[in-house]
């Protein structure tokens, strides 16, 4: 089973390029569902349908979900919301604020990314299509797993013996309410098939994330970003979709300082996403809304390329840690020593590899640490960054050359 995940910043156009890949994977005969995990679904509206929080078809093919945290939680997480509530009662509320506040934040989106393992175990679909909340809420619902996983091994084993022996004395005392063994076994298996979840979509194989940006400089920032992020968590990026592009009809006239300054954009999203392919969707004459526009949409993103193939494989650069230290792998085939250069400017690393240059953005644990040796190897820039020991506040501009 494919999967296919949407994300970028909120007004870029996600959903209805996750509509439109949807539609056209239906079209060439791939079971395909569209999911969406964002709290401000908007995924019926695209297609002009009414979805709900099970599978609805929405032509040959095609099917549609919105996922409703409530009927979620009273069908998969019964024991778990049964507990906080009871401790929440105990708190003195009632019964009414208990049930609302049981829902904590994140478990909408977390419901929705589970259903990708449910459905690989169902073999009900060829292709998952999922458009994800903004950027933000994306980056930390995926980097839950890992969070997840360090519970399971570290916590949860310690939980269940501390209560086992509170238990017979708190309860006769406070009244308070300890989770059961029923409980525990609800979170060891949301945090088993969360960790499940984190395989799959970090297997290049079956999973990929497509970022969607606008070519406009603080979505472009927010999209390195999210990039570098992703690389980080190990999720694999295999192309950027650039939308709303202004058509050649508008060089002149109101729009041409406009696409002017999108088409200088454009240069600096090929330079900044290299050698990720970079998909163009045009600013269209109508709204995106319905089966004909997401066609077209479709038919501008992919030409005749089937949208469910691995459209890059491998990666432009990856975050690992060795000896204690945070190394960045970048790799640069047919290089020399000579032609590479580095330049530190805050929480940008810029390569120069001849006279072409590449902007990275550096996770805030990178950014807050010192660049210290750079060396290149296996056709790989590999840089290396210490701890700040003081006296340099990264926000100034430092030059490394390579001979």
């Known amino acids: 089973m494919r999967v ?18 949807g539609l056209r994977l239906a079209d060439m005969g791939y079971r395909t569902i569209v999911i969406s995990t964002d709290v401000a679904h908007s995924l019926a509206d695209s297609f002009d349908v009414t979805l709900g929080a099970t ?29 906080m509530i009871s401790i929440l009662a105990w708190q003195g509320l009632d019964l009414v604020m208990a049930e609302e506040l049981a829902i904590l934040p994140g478990m909408d989106e977390i419901s929705s990314l589970l259903y990708i393992t449910r459905y690989q175990e169902s073999n009900d679909y060829d292709v998952v299509i999922v458009d994800c909340a903004p950027t933000g809420e994306t980056l930390r619902l995926l980097s839950f797993p890992d969070v997840a996983r360090w519970w399971v091994q570290k916590i949860l084993p310690i939980e269940r013996k501390a209560t086992a022996v509170m238990k017979p004395l708190v309860t006769p005392l406070l009244h308070m309410p300890l989770p059961e063994k029923d409980v525990f076994d609800a979170v060891e298996g949301l945090f088993k098939r969360l960790d499940k979840m984190h395989a799959l979509l970090a297997d290049p194989r079956n999973a990929s994330v497509r ?17 570098t992020y992703l690389n980080l968590y190990g999720y694999p990026v295999d192309a950027i979709v650039c939308n709303r592009l202004l058509p050649p009809e508008v060089e002149s006239g109101y729009f041409e300082d406009w696409r002017a300054s999108q088409e200088r954009y454009l240069d600096l999203i090929k330079d900044a996403f290299s050698p990720i392919p970079i998909l163009k969707a045009p600013f269209f004459d109508r709204e995106v809304v319905g089966p004909e526009m997401l066609r077209r949409m479709a038919q501008a993103i992919f030409g005749e390329t089937d949208p469910s193939k691995v459209l890059f494989k491998g990666k432009s650069h990856q975050i690992e840690k060795q ?3 945070f190394v960045l792998n970048v790799p640069l085939p047919f290089s020399t020593k000579g032609e590479v250069s580095l330049m530190r ?30 060396k290149l190897s296996d056709e790989a820039l590999h840089v290396r960054f210490n701890k700040r020991t003081g006296g340099t506040t990264g926000k100034g501009t430092s030059r490394r050359k390579r001979s």
């Open 323 to 325: 000896d204690g230290y």
């Open 55 to 83: 599978p609805t078809p929405i032509a040959t093919n095609l099917w549609g979900q919105e996922v409703d945290i409530l009927h979620e939680i009273k069908t998969n997480w019964g024991a778990i919301r049964k507990y």
């Open 345 to 374: 400017t805050g929480d940008e690393l810029v390569i120069q590899v001849g006279r072409q240059r590449r902007n990275l953005i550096l996770p805030r644990a990178l950014a807050g640490m010192d660049v210290g040796e750079a």
């Open 211 to 227: 970022l969607v940006l606008n070519a406009e400089k603080m979505v472009i920032k927010e999209t390195q970003r999210t990039f």
């Open 4 to 21: 296919i995940l949407y994300t970028g910043k909120g007004g870029v156009g996600k959903t209805s390029a996750a509509a439109a890949t």
